[in-house]
């Protein structure tokens, strides 16, 4: 047998346990990289400008609110990272009363309901008709403890800018990072 014969038979079992092990390496990654199933709540509104008691939030408000809840769904479920969990079933108050963000506790219990892992809360803070900030938080259902912080602020805008905020900081801060 000569020396090129040999070295093809024993490299066989050798590359074959090796592909197995690469194969078993890939696997466990993937499994490993399972996306995170993720209940995205409506975007609620905090009114602290000066008109809040007299101009409450009005059709404009929802419809950009909806725009801005959209925005961050669309850019988690093409992230790949997360599978989106539907929350039409969440018939709790917070959830109805769009207080889910001082709800003080609630988020956890409401989001095992629904069979997520994580949650995310959208909040517009408006500040003055001109100047508002946005905070995306991800919470553990299972504790219930908020897991991560995403803030801007969005000054010398308008309430249709909300949804580029959220595009904004989806892009620049919450996806720009790989989890790990």
């Known amino acids: 047998m000569t020396a090129i014969h040999w070295i093809g038979r024993c490299s066989r079992p ?3 346990t090796f592909t197995l092990l690469c194969a078993a390496a ?3 990654r993937a499994h490993a990289e399972e996306p995170i199933k993720l209940a995205v709540f409506a975007f609620e ?3 602290f400008s000066a008109a809040s008691g007299v101009l409450p939030p009005d059709a404009r408000d929802a419809t950009y609110l909806a725009e801005a809840t959209e925005e961050a769904k669309r850019r988690l479920s093409q992230s790949g990272r997360y599978t989106l969990v539907d929350t039409s079933g969440a018939h709790d108050e917070p959830v109805k009363s769009h207080t889910m963000h001082t709800c003080s506790g609630c988020v ?3 989001t095992r309901k629904l069979g997520a892992d994580q949650a995310v809360i959208g909040t517009i803070t408006r500040i003055s008709r001109t100047e508002y900030t946005l905070l995306i938080q991800f919470f ?3 504790s219930g403890e908020p897991v991560s912080n995403y803030f801007t602020g ?3 805008g308008a309430d249709y800018a909300w949804p580029r905020g959220v595009t904004w ?3 620049n801060r919450i996806l720009a990072k790989r989890r790990g």
Do not use: H, Q
Request: proline content about 5%; hydrophobic content about 50%.
């Open 14 to 16: 050798i590359l074959c």
């Open 26 to 28: 890939v696997s466990g």
């Open 45 to 47: 509104l905090e009114d």
């Open 108 to 110: 956890g219990p409401i």
């Open 140 to 142: 553990d259902a299972a």
């Open 154 to 156: 969005l000054r010398m």
């Open 169 to 171: 900081l989806m892009k």
